[in-house]
């Protein structure tokens, strides 16, 4: 745990990894705190173990170059809430100008460090040292995380201060740089929330939560560090489609002598603003409570009720059982799939039945074969792709109701060449992709009728292959076909309600950087997808990952073997089903895989 840090020159943990060990084995009989010596051991500190903490060391007297860039470099990985210690590294002029919250740089193996060749007139009391290594991600002054690629290398320059005779670093990059192992011990991934409206029915009008994610430090104030987040706005790629109901220019305002928000025991939080807030009315008070209460519900402690205060007045209050619903207005009542029959069927969502059911209509009748499906997020509609591929077909799912003509017809020559899987959105509309290679096109359907409009998607560079709408209906996975691989990319769904033309899928970004061939995919929470691919020259795999392209914490689903379709909810206690060589199977919570129906094909829940 950061004793024998990674990559380039190996540092001497020293006596910050020595406090952290003992720390870790306090129990036992740690007596003394130990200021030297090999403590590699420590490295097996639990990833887990959210309450032990690093605290850097500041520089020993007439520390050598080398140990002042490695301890400087050790005290970026520490748990110093400010950063005050490895600011104890730089000369008081560099220490002013550092701005350490500018951005992270992930490197694969940590920074390796070495002395720079310096020209024929060697100054003594100057040393240049460069940073190397291979970037694995960046993230910025919001938080927002992004994979990248390529070398690193940068330098740091050292003065000797004629006086002490102790040397500084006067000059270094912004930001902080640490390895992935490190990052991943220091910072945690958490979703903060902002606003979409969502059209519903084709007559009101829903206000649906969009998740923000962002990483922070773990174990240095991550719920006062959010809420400062979230007053600040969302994170670039998101901030063209939400809003915040906060006003413009909202900041905390603590009480003098108070840095911290902490919950009293009732787990309510009192979150004091300043006089930006002060005018706003209760409809408005309680959106700005809501998104606080979404974005601290997965933080410790707990927080069920907040309280919101400007110019030491109550504003409002809200408790999170009263909170509506973040992206779906309602939560999945079946899970679908197509059956041997080639019908739509359902069981259950939650799993208590595994006897499926035709569907309501047509649908479920036989009459169209069917290979692949999608039902609208209020359950009361279905789209349908037959078996070859050609034609969409929509129908209500009402005892009764007749199908019609299709609403879209392929001109691909295969099947392979025609018309993906469909996914529909929070406002009611219907989204397909015709892969067609004379005329490849993403679609939209406005409520699942009418005219199919072409959805412009700028940076496409590809032909799709299968595609997925979020909750929120503001971001839309896709996986894309090139070459010979199949990589998933997120999309920022733009729409223009003042104008006639079709939304447009902007900014697409990878969220599978690591992967070469994704084969099946879907929605697995409000920031989160479950994908099935294949790393290179690698094996099938199911994996969680993040929109935006990192991995999240906790354990992969149960492995399965010949993964052909993938379905999961927004809701993480309901089942993940996938399509295998057993048929339709299904993952409870805390289970093992069950069959559900082994002649069964194309399962999703609703969306």
Known sequence: MGADREGGTRRRPGRAAAYVACAAVLLAGCASMPDSGDLRGVEATSRQDTQVRVFAMPPPEKASTTEIV??????????????????????ADAARKWQPELSTTVLANGPSSAPERSGDRENPDEVSYELTGTKVATVDARQSYAPADGEYAQSVHLVRD?????????????????????????YTSVNKYYFALSKTGGTTSETVAVADPVYVRERVDPMTHMVRSLLNGP??????VVRSSFPTGTELKMKKGVSSLTPDDQNKLTVPLNDKAARVGSDRCDEMAAQLLFTL???????DEVELQADGKQLCGLKADALAARGSVQQPEYLYFVDGKHRLVRVPADGDSTQPDPVPGALGEGDKQLRSVAVSRDERAAAGVGADGKALYVGSLVSGGSLGDPVLLS???????????????????LWVADRDPRNPRLLLLEEGAGEPLEVKTPRLDGRIKDVRVAADGVRIALVVEKAGEQSLFMGRIERD?????????????????????????????DSRLVVVGREHGGVQQLRYVQVDGSTPEGPAPAALTGVKEIAASEDDQLPLVAYSEDGIVRLPPGAQWQKVDPDGTAPVYPG
């Open 70 to 91: 490695q301890g400087f470099l050790e005290a970026l990985t520490s748990d110093d809430p400010n950063y005050e210690t490895a600011r104890k590294y730089l000369t």
């Open 162 to 186: 004629q006086k002490t005779e102790q040397w500084r670093i006067d000059g270094l990059p912004q930001g902080v740089v640490m390895g992935k192992s490190d990052f991943e011990r220091n």
């Open 235 to 240: 994170t670039t790629w998101l901030g063209q």
């Open 297 to 303: 519900r997965n933080l410790t402690p707990a927080v």
């Open 411 to 429: 001109q691909g020559a295969t099947e392979q060449d025609r018309l993906t899987a469909p996914s529909w959105d929070a406002r009611g509309d």
């Open 497 to 525: 309600e003042k104008s006639q033309d079709p939304p447009s899928v902007q900014e697409l970004r990878s969220a599978t950087p690591e992967l070469e061939e994704v084969t099946a995919m879907s929605w697995a929470g």
